[in-house]
């Protein structure tokens, strides 16, 4: 059963500062895998999309990376903003059917 | 990016009554919809899988004839929510793909509040 795990849970930082998000899942035999942003009471907003055959993919601040073999993805925002705050969930998507598995979340706070 | 829109955004119904949203894929044809449901602070969880003319496919524990799914055509499916109770309050987000790209698009969520 695939299970997937986000640590920190919540992260509170400096503005400017850049930082890294894990995840992690326990059956490596992923489609894709995905990181959203939610704001507050709102849906989930893509952010990157990384294809099981990828190692990574970048778009602005942010820079995904994706080792299937370990079972690890990580998200680096790099010069942190106020705006940057949100909850982050990393989602894998299993093959066959496309079945999404989520991560509990970090929950990410940017201090002016 | 593809744009999924869900209506309403917000709704609250009395207890034992039925609620209706609709999820729609407003610039392409979805072939796939899922419907997830998000307690608070929690993360998301799978309720079912609906493709375009079948039957949805429920997550084990997700009671069926108490969230009914309908996926009548490749851009709308509807998540009925049946004889609602308090416990029912929650956050509904749908998302489409259309294969054989993989990307999810997500609905903004329902928040439904059963009284």
Known sequence: ?112 | GAVVSQHPSRVICKSGTSVKIECRSLDFQATTMFWYRQFPKKSLMLMATSNEGSKATYEQGVEKDKFLINHASLTLSTLTVTSAHPEDSSFYICSAISQPQTEQYFGPGTRLTVT
């Open chain 1, 1 to 112: 059963k695939q299970e997937v795990t986000q640590i920190p849970a919540a992260l509170s930082v400096p503005e400017g500062e850049n930082l890294v998000l894990n995840c992690s899942f326990t059956d490596s035999a992923i489609y894709n895998l995905q990181w959203f942003r939610q704001d507050p009471g709102k849906g989930l907003t893509s952010l990157l999309l990384i294809q099981s055959s990828q190692r990574e993919q970048t778009s602005g601040r942010l820079n995904a990376s994706l080792d299937k073999s370990s079972g690890r993805s990580t998200l680096y925002i790099a010069a942190s903003q106020p705006g940057d705050s949100a909850t982050y969930l990393c989602a894998v998507i299993r093959p066959g059917g496309f079945k999404t598995i989520f991560g509990a979340g970090t929950r990410l706070f940017v201090k002016a």
